[in-house]
Every structure is written in C-alpha cells, then in structure tokens.
C-alpha cells in the first residue's frame, strides 16, 4: 500500500530496522496508533499514544492528527463534530481546523497542536515529537477591512470577558489606535463560569481562565489601568475621569461594566461567612470555607446556587437550597423544567425548599443560622445567589438611555454617540415576545464584545445572528441551552427526565414554534437544535418522539402543542399545600403509585440488596431473590464473578429457578428446556434447527440475543447489590460517607457466615418499614423492651441520621442504665415497666466489639435494605413489595466466621429476642397493619408529619425529621 504522510512531511525517506520497524532518517518517532479502516471517512477517534490523547480524522482519503482534547475546557474532541475540514468541540462548541489545528472562533483562543501522520500497511502510525505542525498566529490580515485601518484612542471601561473580546475584535479588524483598559479589580480580564465550578473544586487557577495575558498586553498594544475605576465620564468633551485623578481622552468608549451580585436586604446579610459570588477573590473565599463546612445554605435557586450546590455535593457538604418562587427559576422557565433541575440536585442529596421567604441571619456559637418562613436552617457557612444587578450608573449619568440595562443597537451603539456598551450591563438588541432582557452568559459576552469591537474599529457588522447560549455543569452533567423560553412555554421530552440524554424542547403555546432547547450531557442536540430554531413553521413533536410534560412533570396524552386546553387520561395526584409535614393516604394505597414505584425506584437509580456473599461461595452456587417484587437469581459463574439476572424466561416467561438456593451448572426451564449459563446468556435451545428440516427457529436466530435481563452488580465487605441502573456511581457514592461508616462499623472487614433466615409477609404498605425505622420516636413509646431495658430511651445518647439526599438512615442509640432515669420520662415513656426483668440475664449482655459509639443501630438502605445490629445480634432485612398494601420482609442472620462457639451462641440467643417474633418484630409488625388498615377503612385522608422542624438528620429521638426528608427524595425520585 502507498504510504500515505500528513500533514506535509518534506523528507518521506525511510530505511527499516528489523527490531524497531520503520522509523524516518529525520528522527520521527512512529507510534502505532489505529487500524485505518476503524476510521470513519469524515468522521473522527479517539487514541492514545504514550500517555497522551490524540484524535484522528479521515478526510477525503487523508488520515491527519491533532491533539485529542480541547484546548478551552478539556473535551476529548473525538466525542465532537466533524463538518467539512473543521472540529466542533461536544461542550461549548469550540471550532478548529482539523488539518492546520487552527482556533477558528469563541470560546477557542488557542490553537491545537497537530501530528504527522502516515498509513502503512494498514495501520495509522503518529508521530508525537517531531514536525508538529502549528497553525498561523496572526490572522488579522485575513479580517481587516477593506478600507484604511481606523486610528484614535478608545477607551474600555471594565476588564472582564467582554473587554477582552471587544479588543481583540477591535485588533484583529484593523484598528491600531490607543486602548486604555480600566478595571476595577487588579486583575487582566478573566472569564467567570469557571468561578462556580472547577475554581470552587480546586481543579483551575485563575491564569486558565485569563482572556488576556501579560504577553497579550504588549501584543496587543493595551495601556492598563488596574485597580481603579471610572467615576465621570463628559460625553460632549470625550472624556473619562478615573477614580485616581487621571483623565482618559477618547474617541470611542465600552462600556463593559458588568454587574454585581444583588444582596439580601436583611438583618445578617454580611455576616462572615455569608458568601456572594462575583470575583475570583469570592470563589476563593468560597473554597476555603467549604474545606471545612458540614452544612451549607443556598439562598436563591438559579444556575449560581445549583452549581454552587453541585460542588458541595462533590466535596459531601449537606446542602439546604431555599428558592423564594414556587419553583426554580420561574421567572425563565416553565415550570416542568424547572422542576427537572430541582429533581436533579434532589436525587444528589440537596434538600430544596421552595416559597420560602429568607428572614433574617444570624450568629449562633461558631456557626449561623438562617431564619424563613420554612423554620431555621443551621449552617457552618451561607452562600447567596440571587440575580446579578447591572452597574448601568455610570452609562445613565452619561445621558445613555437605560432600562433594566444599557439599551444598544445591533453593533451595540449607545444612545450617545461614541459610547459602545457590551455584557451583562447592556441590553440584547433583540427583543423576547416584545420585551429586552440582558443575557448574563459567557455566550453574550462573547458576541456583544465581539460586535462593539468591530464596529469602533469601523469594520462591517457580522451579519450572522446567532441564537443565545447557555451552558451550565451540575452534578456530573454539561447542561447546554439554546434559545431563550419563556415561563408559559410547553415542555417536550425525549428521553428520561433529568438523567444524560435528556432533550426538552419549549414551545411557543400561541405560535406552536420551538423557544429553546435543553440538553443534559447531549451535545448532539444542540447542533441539531441550531436547524431546528431557524424553522419558523410550528415545531411538530412526533418528529423526535417527544412528549409534552405537564407542569408537575408528567406526560401529556396529546401532541397538540398550540391549543389552550389539553385534556389528559392519567390520575392526577397532589401533594398537600402544606408540604413535606404531610403525607397523603394515596402515597401508600394506591395501585398506580406502586407500579410507578417499581419503574421509577427499584428499577431505576437505585442499588438493591440481593444477597450475602457468603451464601454463595463456591463456583455454581445460587440463590432466588427479589428487586422490588422482582425476583431474580443470584448466582457465582466459573470465572468467580457474581452475576444477577431475573429470573423469567426469555421464551415464554417462566420463572425457571424454582429451588431457593443451591449448586448449579446451568439453569434449565422446566417448560420448553431453555438452558442458561450461571451469567444468565441463553445457552441452548432444544430442536432449534428443526427436525429433518422441518420447523425450528429462523435461520437468523441468535443465542445471544435471547439471554436474560442481567443486572449491574456490585459488591462491599461481602454484601451483594443489583441495579437496573447500567451506569448507576458506585456504591459509596450513592451511600455518601455518614451512612458509609455507620455500614461498615457492622461489616468490618470480617467475613460474614450466615447463621439462618427467617420469613414473613406483613399487610402493609413497604414504605411504612422505612419510616418505622427513620422514627425513634415511636419506639420510646411503644417497645417495652427497648425502654425498659436501656436499648433506646428518651435523654439516651442518640442519633437519627439522614444522608444529603434522604434516601438512606441511621437510627442510633447508646444502651444506658435506666434505673437513673427521672421519674417524669419515666411516665411519658408508657412503654416502660418498673421492675420487669429476664429470666435468663444473658440476653441483655452486650460484647463491644464494633468501632462505633452506638450499641443500637437500624440503618435504612434505600429502597430494600435494613441491617441491623442490635447490641450482638446482626441481620439483614430484605423488603420486598407485593402490592401497594403488602410487603414480605426476609431476615438473615449472620455473624463472623471467627466467632467462637459462644459468641455464636450469644447473637443466636439475642437474635430469637429481637427477630420478627420477639419483642420487637410483634409490636411493630403489628402496628404497621393497624396504620394500612385504617388507611384503607377511611381512606382520602394525610399523615401528620411535623415533629422537630427540619429536614435531615436531628440529634434528638422525638423528631420526624428523617421521614420528611425521606419523602422528599421520594417525590423527587417518583416525580410528583
């Protein structure tokens, strides 16, 4: 084959060695890089060579190299758009040119390095080292217009993105006057999305988010005037005095004054430790008091206090977002989406609160504490974002016409002459339904800078107008936005709401046409989005298979998007007015709820318990079990790996493993003798190819596509869990790091053995178990065992514990002498018998052999799991949902394989106690029935839910805490 070398290569003699292969006599280092024809013609992979990514690209029969990620924010470039002979950056929509490696416009400045590339013998070989290829650095030539290139001075007040933007644009189309930049802070123009991000995280400095450098400075020709500030400027004189005396004469004057964080107007508001966010100076700030915080508050729920709460999720701060509207921000989305983001930090552990009204903050001991409408909020530091207010003083002391910012026309022009203005202080010269808004947004910086600099320097108007953009990183995803939507605007959905690939399109509800679109982590859509937006004609969902999203989230019946009335056939359920302090009847009876509960949480983002390690140790073990009511086989294949698979079927839907547990080769339905592998892959089908020719599957029928529903499974101190989830995060993630050690003070480190199980069904609701054991308060007045006996006790050293997202619980207690206890607890804890004692005084020893202050604890895995350690008797409990009105519970006994005969002996003793028909599984079995019973007897009615304000974990075991802030994660999970 013709060795085929690019980019130019001006030596192509070669000479073989036996041991290194081909290398060039100039010294080329070839690597071996990709099979030629794994490359799609014009398309673009992603390789690796020696350590550093590189993206190939095969371009009319051309294979060319650069470097594989994105010099702006770090995208592999193999996930972006190839169009024509350029790269499209996935994230931000950077463009290069893939032969020179060429910046070719915003947010990319700087140039990709590019590889010499030849393909011998089929195979792409790379080289790193030498004859890289760099693109032009001076452009300018290519951009200046045709006339004489404009003179003067022009001065620039405020040095922040727009600035930068504007002064290059001025350069690069010709202008070779005098630029004063004047800045309040002392810094060279940086960009600000990054302070809310990578900043906060410790991932960025400031000098990756420089616009311009100290080298750009001289090259550039700029005269600097940091750290002081514009105080007049005189219109008819032109010019502009500086807060340090000097005067700055000009011909032309940007105004690029930005703005600064709106404050709150209470008492408190500047408190230390109360955090507005503008400056790197803040984001600093803000970094070094999140290293040490435990408990963060958000005030204001719009993309600052998202990403805010984003990073404190990160860094495992529990974070309370208060949002003072009925939903996050109202004010430019429709409710349906708004309500997506809100779920989305839901589902990562942030407790969002909605219609609360911040009253006041103030100073309590070490920490703060923020009082609403919705209670008091304790926090080790506050974190304020509610609207940027646009410094427009110094523009309408000028005489520049003003209205909720600077208003400008297309080339950004003031209403004096003169005066430019460019960024989140300036209007967009194109009204939204008949109104001007300002675009707070990199993007707009980007073009307003960009527009206002060409046209001082008095070079043509790009007359491509391009659509707003927005783009924002919350909880793992690249959330991107194009166009502007309105509050009233329909909702329609492809995809899963709120997860990666989820596309929301709004629509105009009088016109039918597209506003916006949205997409989480889906870069694709954007591109096409641009198509879509330039189409005037009513946007027809069915093309993309979308939905319609009521304003609670749930999908309409009805495609028709330009009708003011929309019916719709599914139950409509809602929540009391009153809030997470009460909890409706339907929650726990109703058939519809239940069904979207197996879809919605078992089968969705949840890690379920299957199993114990140790009840399959040996290669061919199985046993049955359940995901929700799903029963699946657990079992150890020939490779030593675990595997969860259901257990139907896949011919005609029989439940094939019928035995409990036991040792297996294979698995065999006992109705038409389908065979399968301990991995759950279809391994054999009986007459498959017929008899004498006759009858049989299709000739195309494949074994491989006929195997089990299999599972995500991972496994942690010898527990097993399953997930539908096929990129669910790992397990310690999803637990976060309180509920993690409380798991692991139990599981240890010792191998678990598993001393016997126990069975049985109970005529309630599956939920109500969760919320059994997340309320302390009732055991102190109900088990005569646990109070009368020290285990949990009113004044005891306790806990109920919540992790961020209210999912999961730790009920914890210290075992105390309640002969101490005074007489008046005494009398409230009705529960408690003066005098009862056992027989057999064994049962109540305690051997403390666990690294936990606790010598009680019920720790609550959502959705299915409750282990429990109950001084020395330990157990799993396993929940599994029948119906909205029962559920069976199967315990599993354990201890440790180093255990003596004793201590053995000892949890078996305790365990018999304690198990569902001891002292505590009667009483709590059956007030579990009596609550479903009156449910269904008097049905529509609420629970009453408001012991200890709050959300969370609480200190104290009279408090209902934990169950709101399990029902919160409930809702956002179920999306109600």
């Known amino acids: 084959m013709e060795e085929l070398i690019s980019p130019c290569i001006l030596h192509k003699e070669m000479y073989t060695d036996e041991n290194s292969g081909t290398v060039p006599r100039c010294g080329m280092a070839w690597r071996k890089a990709i099979a030629v024809n794994q490359l799609k013609p014009g398309g673009v992979a992603r390789v690796e060579i020696d350590g550093k990514p590189v993206a190939l690209y095969l371009l009319d029969g051309e294979v060319f190299a650069t470097h594989g990620i994105c010099t702006h924010a770090l995208a592999f470039l193999a996930d972006g758009f190839v169009d024509g002979g350029t790269i499209e950056c996935p994230l931000h929509q950077g463009i290069f040119d893939i032969r020179s490696g060429k910046a070719l416009c915003s947010p990319v400045t700087q140039d990709l390095e590019t590889y010499a590339v030849k393909v011998r013998d089929g195979e792409v070989f790379v080289d790193l080292d030498g004859n890289k290829k760099a693109a032009p650095k001076d452009q300018a030539e290519a951009c200046t217009p045709r006339g004489a290139p404009s003179r003067g001075a022009v001065v620039v007040v405020g040095a922040g993105q727009a600035a930068a933007v504007a002064i290059r644009s001025m350069r690069a189309s010709g202008f070779t006057g005098t630029i004063n930049l004047v800045g309040r802070e002392q ?12 900043i906060l995280l410790g991932k960025a400095a400031i000098e990756s988010c420089r616009r311009l450098a100290e080298a750009d400075v001289a090259s550039l020709d700029i005269k600097t005037h940091l750290g002081c500030s514009v105080a007049r400027i005189d219109p008819a004189a032109r010019i502009a005095f500086l807060s340090n005396g000097t005067e700055l004469r000009y011909d032309a004057l940007l105004l690029a004054t930005g703005g600064v964080p709106r404050r709150l107007s209470i008492a408190g508001a500047d408190l230390p430790g109360v955090h507005y966010l503008r400056t790197i100076e803040d984001a600093n700030s803000i970094r070094q008091s999140l290293a040490g915080a435990k408990r963060l508050v958000i005030v204001g729920g719009g993309f600052i206090g998202l990403e805010l709460a984003s990073v404190a999720a990160t860094l495992g701060v529990t974070t309370v977002l208060l949002e003072r509207e009925a939903e996050l921000m109202a004010r430019v989305l429709p409710p349906s989406l708004g309500r997506s983001f809100r779920s989305l930090a839901e589902r990562h552990g942030v407790s969002v609160l909605r219609g609360v009204q911040v009253q006041d903050i103030r100073r309590d001991g070490e920490g703060l504490v923020v009082n609403t409408s919705a209670g008091a909020f304790a926090a080790d530091t506050i974190c304020v974002g509610v609207g940027l207010a646009p410094e427009t003083e110094l523009a309408a002391a000028a005489g520049c016409e003003v209205d909720g910012g600077i208003v400008v026309d297309a080339e950004q022009r003031t209403s004096i002459a003169g005066i430019w203005a460019a960024g989140d202080c300036a209007l967009h010269c194109r009204p939204v339904k008949g109104s001007s808004r300002r675009f707070e947004s990199w993007h707009n910086a980007e073009q307003q800078g960009a527009a206002a600099g060409q046209s001082i320097a008095g070079a043509p108007p790009n007359a491509d107008a391009q659509a707003p953009w927005f783009w924002t990183d919350q909880f793992g995803l690249n959330i991107q936005i194009l166009g502007v939507s309105s509050p009233g605007d329909k909702v329609a959905l492809t995809g899963r709401d709120g997860e990666p690939g989820a596309v929301y399109r709004t629509i105009d509800p009088d016109t039918g046409r597209l506003t916006s679109v949205v997409a989480f982590s889906d870069p694709a859509a954007i591109r096409q989005a641009r198509k879509e937006l330039e189409n005037p004609d009513m946007f027809d969902i069915a093309k993309v298979s979308a939905a319609l999203l009521t304003s609670d989230g749930k999908e309409e019946n009805t495609q028709v998007v330009n009708e003011r009335s929309v019916t719709t056939t599914s139950k409509q359920f809602v929540w009391p007015s009153e809030g997470l302090t009460r909890v409706p009847d339907w929650v726990y009876t109703d058939n519809d709820i239940y069904r979207r509960e197996v879809e919605k949480i078992f089968h969705g983002r949840t890690w379920n318990y299957v199993a114990l390690e140790s009840e399959i140790p040996e290669i061919g073990d199985f046993i049955r079990s359940n995901v929700g009511p799903t029963p699946v086989v657990v079992s150890r294949a020939e490779d030593g790996s675990i595997n969860v698979f259901e257990n139907r079927c896949a011919h005609r839907a029989a439940e094939f493993c019928r035995e409990l547990s036991g040792n297996a080769k294979e698995f065999v339905c006992p109705y038409h003798q389908w065979s399968y592998d301990l991995k759950g892959n279809l391994a ?221 002996r000892h949890r078996l003793r305790q365990g018999n106690l304690m198990g569902p028909a001891g002292f505590l599984g009667l009483e709590d079995n059956e007030a579990i029935k009596f609550v479903q019973d009156g449910m269904l007897a008097v049905p529509d009615g609420q629970h009453v839910v408001e012991l200890d304000p709050g959300v969370g974990t609480a200190d104290t075991l009279i408090s209902e805490a934990s169950i709101r802030a399990m029902y919160q994660h409930w809702r956002s999970a179920m999306e109600l």
């Not at 209210?806 to 105390?816: I, Y």
């Not at 109950?870 to 119906?883: C, D, F, K, S, Y």
């Open 684 to 904: 054999g089908v009986p007459f498959r190819r017929g008899v004498d020719g006759k009858g049989g599957m299709p000739r195309d029928f494949k074994n491989a596509d006929h195997g089990l529903r299999q599972l995500k499974v991972t496994t942690h101190r010898g527990v097993v869990f399953a997930s539908y989830c096929d990129d669910m995060e790992p397990l310690a993630e999803y637990l976060g790091p309180e509920i993690l050690r409380e798991f692991e003070a139990t599981f240890d480190g010792r191998k678990p053995k598993v001393l016997g199980h126990y069975r049985h069904s109970l005529p309630g609701n599956w939920k109500l178990y969760h919320e059994n054991l997340k309320d302390p308060y009732h055991a102190t007045l109900l088990h005569t065992f646990l109070v009368t006996f020290g285990l949990l006790v009113a004044g005891n050293k306790s806990s109920m514990i919540a992790d961020p997202s209210g999912r999961h619980g730790v009920m914890a207690s210290a075992k105390s002498d309640v002969s101490k206890l005074d007489d008046n607890t005494k009398k409230e804890m009705r529960a408690y018998k003066e005098g009862m004692q056992l027989e057999e005084p064994r049962f109540m020893d305690f051997v403390n052999e666990f690294d936990s202050p606790w010598s009680v604890t019920m720790t609550t895995i959502w959705p299915n799991l409750i282990v429990q350690r109950e001084m020395n008797t330990l157990g799993v409990r396993q929940i599994v949902p029948t119906g909205p009105n029962e559920f069976i519970m199967k315990w599993t006994m354990f201890g440790f394989e180093g255990d003596d005969e004793e201590m053995t």
């Open 187 to 198: 810094h060279l123009p940086y960009e600000r999305p990054p302070l809310s991000k990578d």
